[in-house]
């Protein structure tokens, strides 16, 4: 039987905000945006130097870092969601290398059924080219399609993407993951596509936040900074450190660019920053994503946090 939406289910939705006291996982997700930043960093170097096989590997190594970093740091958050101890970091990131081949391979099984079902799309807009039969043939596909394509795609945008790693984290099997899903996409779709709204909801509200935190702490920075103590620095390249960009995309953007070691210090800094405003948004989406697994799987009350 579905489970039926309730204040308890949304409370353990709006608890996602705790994420932000789990120091191991902020620790481990930080860690993971960084690594891998450094690694695309690398891959684009290698590129720009028309070395594109050095390229594939630094980006390669990027996303595998990125992978398993975020299956890390939902193993962490896992623990706080269901109220256990929350592991080590180091222990957490050898478990994400043991169990991360379940999130791959139930995400291989939805693809292979995904390409099924475009290959039976494409065959039936291949016969609507036959005489006679293919008018009306097509006539049926279009509709047929749409429907298809449409509920995959929001299936996919809600259960699949969403519960796959938290059902891992776990501890589910592939075939319990794929169980959940089928279940839910069966008779729990709306249920689970109104819990997520209200994840990305609060997500949303946690991003628009910590933007007005950076651009505001930012600005007045500059302010204090270059007219303040009379630093010498463009106050864009200031700013332009609190969003992520270095020296070459400020300078091809044709800002003005201060080449000094203060100028580098503000990009690094202002790295710093734009990497802690991903971090905390991005996890208070995975602990919502926890959250409304268990809501969904019901766990006992005894587990749940």
Not at 22 to 29: D, E, I, K, S, V
Not at 70 to 85: C, F, K
Not at 187 to 205: C, D, I, K, S
Not at 287 to 295: E, F, I, K, M, N
Request: proline share 5%; with cysteine.
């Amino acid at each position: 039987m579905p489970h039926k939406l309730s204040l308890q289910a949304l409370n353990r939705v709006l608890a996602s905000l705790d994420a932000a006291r789990n120091g191991p996982a902020l620790y481990a997700l930080l860690a993971t945006f960084c690594g891998a930043g450094l690694l695309l960093a690398m891959a684009e170097s290698a590129l720009a130097r028309q070395e594109a096989v050095w390229g594939g590997i630094w980006a390669g190594l990027a996303l595998a870092v990125a992978f398993y970093g975020v299956n890390a740091t939902g193993l962490l958050l896992m623990d706080q969601s269901l109220g256990r101890p929350v592991r080590d970091v180091q222990d957490a990131f050898r478990d994400a290398l043991l169990s991360g081949h379940r999130v791959l391979l139930c995400l291989l099984v939805v693809l292979a059924l995904l390409g099924l079902l475009l290959g039976g799309l494409l065959g039936l807009l291949w016969a609507a080219r036959l005489p006679v039969v293919g008018v009306p043939l097509f006539a049926l596909t279009v509709p047929l399609g749409v429907l298809l394509l449409g509920s995959a795609s929001f299936a996919i945008a809600v259960l699949v993407g969403p519960l796959t790693g938290p059902a891992v984290w776990a501890g589910q099997g592939v075939g319990a993951t794929l169980g959940l899903l089928r279940r839910q996409a069966r008779r729990g779709l709306p249920e689970a596509a109104l819990l997520m709204a209200a994840v990305l909801l609060l997500t949303a509200l946690v991003s628009a936040a910590v933007s007005f935190v950076v651009i505001g702490g930012g600005r007045m920075l500059a302010l204090l900074a270059v007219w303040g103590a009379g630093i010498e620095l463009p106050p864009q390249q200031l700013m332009a450190g609190l969003f992520g960009y270095g020296l070459r995309s400020l300078g091809a953007s044709g800002a003005p660019v201060a080449g000094s070691p203060l100028g580098m210090a503000a990009l690094v800094g202002g790295g710093m920053v734009f990497a802690l405003a991903l971090v905390l948004p991005g996890l208070v989406y995975l602990r919502g994503c926890c959250a409304v697994y268990l809501v969904l799987r019901g766990a006992p009350e005894d587990e749940r946090a």
